[in-house]
């Protein structure tokens, strides 16, 4: 099929990744390349040039925000994200392409929607957006196209706006996240962006009231929050990582005995849950978003939100779990391949296209 893809333009979709998105993004783009696509993303100029890239705009506008202003404007962002993806509906409406997938996080597409030769799918990758509310609510969801849910507590989040969603889950490789050879380490670990929302300091504090050393992974988003609320909490035998490459944190996901998910908000789905699992390494985690359809009795234990107390008794309960079984489920529930599958039956019903060796979802 020929298939356009619109990412976002918060970020360069290119390692290191800023986040899921843009890493969501980049592996999705070449699986479907991989199967035999032809495949455009339509993302910022400063995205991987591996990439089948056409650029809409120069840079990505955080970055370039912060570059030229020396701050972060929400409102100049908006405005140059508005413009480029405008300006990209209107190319599309000649285009022929016979999928076109939207993957921003802009209500433009949305917005331009009617113009397009060919329905407009929109994967949602976070909570209820105010900007894209009150285009569904101007022009109805009948009138956007077709939207795809990442988790069914997210479909909840969106429901009162768009009664009709698919849901498919996130994938990770479970080619590339494998159990490394390292013997297990009575250590825990904690990974992803640094800031107040992912609740680093809390699982330092659960992983100190339990007895076990944590190992911390990710780039500092809020240096504030990071010299105020975490490093103080810093153990000597803890350890902060920094960002590290995805094969170096495949090592350390596996040596570990427990991962640690301590999200202070709702988070639509966790990529770092699937990630764990898929190195063998069980997951506590707060009880809450999505999190509770990822981690099953037999690869993880959830706590009350924002509980130390419960999250450290989470930890230990645990240390008990085979990794074996956390692998397996992995593989079966949440592996790229099958999630690309899904995908491509949903491509196929709207499209004639037939594919030689048709796939179920």
């Known amino acids: 099929m020929k298939i356009g893809i619109i990412g976002h333009l918060k970020f360069p979709i290119a390692k290191p990744y800023a986040g899921g998105l843009e890493a969501f993004t980049h592996a999705y783009t070449n699986a479907l390349v991989n199967r035999g696509h032809e495949v455009t993303l339509f993302a910022s100029g400063d995205s991987d040039p591996q ?7 120069p840079n990505a506008t955080i970055p370039e925000s912060n570059a030229r ?5 929400h409102d100049w962002i908006e405005s140059v994200e508005d413009e480029a993806y405008a300006a990209l509906m209107l190319q599309l409406s000649t285009s ?13 597409p949305l917005q331009f929607s009617h113009l397009l030769p060919t329905p407009l799918m929109t994967t949602l990758h976070a909570p209820v957006l105010p900007r894209m509310a009150v285009e569904l609510r101007r022009r109805g969801p009948e009138a956007c196209g077709q939207f795809i849910n990442i988790s069914n507590a997210n479909a909840d989040a969106w429901r009162s ?17 494998v159990r490394c050879k390292e013997e ?39 240096q504030n929050y990071f010299d105020t609320e975490v490093q103080p909490l810093l153990r000597p035998e803890d350890a902060y990582h920094g960002h590290r490459t995805h094969e170096e944190l495949c090592t350390l996901i596996s040596r570990s005995a427990v991962t640690l998910v301590t999200p202070c908000w709702d988070e639509p789905f966790g990529l770092v849950v699937a990630e764990s699992l898929a190195c063998g390494t069980p997951v506590a985690a707060f009880n809450r ?10 690869t993880g234990r959830l706590a009350k939100p924002g509980s130390v ?8 309960g645990c240390m008990r779990l085979p990794g074996e079984i956390c692998r397996r489920v992995a593989q079966e529930h949440y592996s790229f391949d099958r999630m690309v599958e899904q995908y491509e039956s949903l491509y196929q019903s709207q499209s004639d296209w037939s594919f030689p060796n048709e796939v179920a979802a």
């Open 51 to 57: 990439l089948p890239l056409t650029s809409i705009t």
């Open 69 to 73: 202003l020396g701050r972060m404007c």
């Open 96 to 108: 022929d392409f016979d999928v076109i997938h939207n993957h921003s996080l802009s209500p433009i």
């Open 161 to 177: 706006l768009l009664p009709e969603q698919s849901v498919i889950h996130n994938g990770v490789d479970t080619s590339f996240w």
């Open 184 to 222: 297990k380490q009575r250590r825990a670990i904690w990974f992803g962006r640094i800031l107040p929302d992912k609740g680093t300091h809390l699982a330092l504090r659960a992983a100190h009231r339990a007895g076990i050393p944590l190992d911390v992974v990710g780039p500092i988003s809020d």
């Open 289 to 298: 978003g999505a999190l509770p359809e990822l981690i099953g009795k037999s």
């Open 309 to 316: 107390r419960e999250l450290a008794q989470a930890i230990l």
